[in-house]
C-alpha cells in the first residue's frame, strides 16, 4: 500500500498563486507516474497534470502555461506550482500515483485539497 498526504491547498485571488505538495510513502513500493487531478460538484474528476519517472510531463489545455508539475524521486514527492490561478481553478485537488508494489502496479490517491480562487 501507498499512503499520499497532500497540503497546500486554501484560498487565493484570482491572478494568484498556490502550490500543492503531496508526499508518498509505504513498504516496498516503486512510483512510475505522479499527478494531480482536480474535481467540482456535479463534475468528472479531470487530469491537471502528470509526471513520469524521467520527467515527461503531461499538462491539460486549460493549464499550460500556468502550472508546473515536478517531483523529487529521492522524496517520493510531487508538487504542483499554480500561477495566474483563475476562477474556474476552483476544485479539490487530488494527488494521484501510480507504483508497483510485490510487482503488481496499483493507483493511488491522497485525500484532496481545495483550492478555491475568489476575490
Known amino acids: 500500500q501507498v499512503q499520499l498526504v497532500e497540503s497546500g491547498g486554501g484560498l487565493v485571488q484570482p491572478g494568484g498563486s498556490l502550490r500543492l505538495s503531496c508526499a508518498a510513502s509505504?513498504?516496498?513500493?516503486?512510483?512510475?507516474?505522479m499527478g494531480w487531478y482536480r474535481q467540482t460538484p456535479g463534475k468528472e474528476r479531470e487530469l491537471v497534470a502528470r509526471?513520469?519517472?524521467?520527467?515527461?510531463?503531461y499538462y491539460a489545455d486549460s493549464v499550460k502555461g500556468r502550472f508546473t508539475i515536478a517531483r523529487d524521486n529521492t522524496k517520493n514527492t510531487v508538487d504542483l506550482q499554480m500561477n495566474s490561478l483563475k476562477s474556474e481553478d476552483t476544485a479539490v485537488y487530488y494527488c494521484?500515483?501510480?507504483?508497483?508494489?510485490?510487482?503488481?502496479?496499483?493507483?493511488?490517491w491522497g485525500q484532496g485539497t481545495q483550492v478555491t480562487v475568489s476575490s
Open positions: 509526471i513520469f519517472t524521467g520527467g515527461d510531463t
Open positions: 509505504g513498504n516496498d513500493f516503486s512510483i512510475n507516474a
Open positions: 494521484n500515483v501510480c507504483a508497483y508494489t510485490g510487482g503488481s502496479p496499483g493507483y493511488y
